[in-house]
Structures are given as C-alpha cells and as structure tokens.
C-alpha cells in the first residue's frame, strides 16, 4: 500500500511570507500527526487530528494552524514566515494515534 | 517540549559490535516506541514495547523497558554499516495521543 505523501518535498519562502504543506495519509489512517525537526529543538509535536478534529496541539505559536479534510488529508499552515521557521517538518499517520505511527519523508521549509 | 532524553547523544562502533542506547522519561507512559531516521528523511517504526512489558525482541533489535526508572533501553546487536542512523524514543502517555520524542542518539557504524 501506498505510504504517507507529503508534498512539497523543498520549499524555499521569504519572511513575512505564508506557507501550506499537505500530507496524505496511508489509505484507512484517520490519526494525522504533524512534527517540527530541527538540529538545536529536535522533534516537536505541533498537532493531532482525527477525524476532522484537532485533538491536541503542541506548544507552537498561533501562526502555526492545521486542519484535516474528510479524506483524512491534512494540511497545515505557517503564516508571517520567519527565519526560525525553518525545519524540517514531518507527518505521521496512524489508525487511531497513540502507536503504529508511518512517517512522511518530509517537507524541507527554508525560510531566507 | 520533549519527553524522553536519549543517551549518548552519539556513539561511534565497528561494524559487528553491539550498539546500546538508553532512553529515559518523565510522565507515566501507555507504551514506548523507537525510531529509526536516516539523514534528512522520514522515521521509521523499529519496536514498541507497552508499559506491562519489560522486554521486546525484534531480529538484531531487543527493547527493554524499566517503569520504575522511566527508562528504556534499544540494542542492536551485530551492527552493520547500514545501521548508521539517528534513533529516537517516542511515548505515548495516551492523552489524545500526543507522541513525543526524544532528542536521539547518532548511530555511526563504521565498516
């Protein structure tokens, strides 16, 4: 089956600017997870959703906003870009959360 | 913010050589996961080891788990150059399923 498809692979915005990633989940998935990596912070979870709903949010900034269609696709959205925007963010996919998670390959944001 | 710290931050090993990281938390947790990552991409799933187990065995992979030290441990046995990878825990307290990571371990298996 196919895996979790995260599109676009590279990005490169302008501060200030606003950015959409998207993330089709493993055909059946209805958990949607969205992580931030970075070298200095890591893996930082930003947020969950299930079936349409966001189920829990990580400590990130209201620029940072989510949403996840009927399909189970979810895409989240990063507005008035800054530099320490800058990561690699993934997502994940999984039954019901909470275990068996099918990562993305990601989608590499450079904000200049 | 992070919930589990891996230890060491790196480690450098001949290939064939057993490979041990150390995991620890600190909420009470539903289970434990690992992850492996290669460079800039995606993780991917290794094990998963629930909070009434104590170890896990998967081929060269063994997991154990300590809930009264919130620690866990991932060993690799008989490495192989192409074990080199970053590896993270991950635990799920089982609020809405928040799964959060480590900091990860440097794996470098030299051939």
């Known amino acids: 089956k196919a895996g979790v498809t995260q599109t676009p692979r590279y990005l490169i915005k302008t501060r200030g600017q606003q950015v959409t990633l998207s993330c089709s989940p493993i055909?059946?998935?209805?958990?949607v997870s969205w992580y931030q990596q970075t070298p200095g912070q890591g893996l930082q979870f930003l947020f969950e959703?299930?079936?349409?709903?966001?189920?829990n949010k990580g400590n990130f900034p209201g620029r940072f906003s989510g949403r996840q269609f009927s399909n189970s696709r979810s895409e989240m959205n990063v507005s008035t870009l800054e530099l320490g925007d800058s990561a690699l963010y993934l997502c994940?996919?999984?039954?019901?959360?909470?275990?068996?998670?099918?990562f993305g390959s990601g989608t590499r944001l450079t904000v200049v | 913010s992070q919930q589990g710290e891996e230890d060491p931050q790196a480690l450098s090993i001949q290939e064939g050589e057993n490979a041990t990281m150390n995991c620890s938390y600190k909420?009470?947790?539903?289970?434990l996961q690992w992850y492996r990552q290669n460079s800039g991409r995606g993780l991917v799933h290794l094990i998963l080891?629930?909070?009434?187990?104590r170890e896990k065995h998967s081929g060269r992979l063994r997991v154990t788990l300590d809930t009264s030290k919130k620690s866990s441990s991932l060993l690799i046995t008989a490495s192989r150059a192409a074990d080199t990878a970053s590896y993270f825990c991950?635990?799920?307290?089982?609020?809405?399923?928040?799964?959060?990571f480590g900091a990860g371990t440097r794996l470098t298996v030299k051939p």
């Open positions: 994940a996919s999984s039954l019901q959360g909470g275990h068996g998670y099918t």
């Open positions: 055909s059946g998935h209805r958990s």
């Open positions: 959703y299930f079936s349409e709903t966001q189920r």
């Open positions: 909420t009470s947790i539903n289970n």
């Open positions: 080891i629930r909070s009434n187990e």
């Open positions: 991950a635990t799920d307290r089982g609020n809405n399923n928040d799964m959060r």
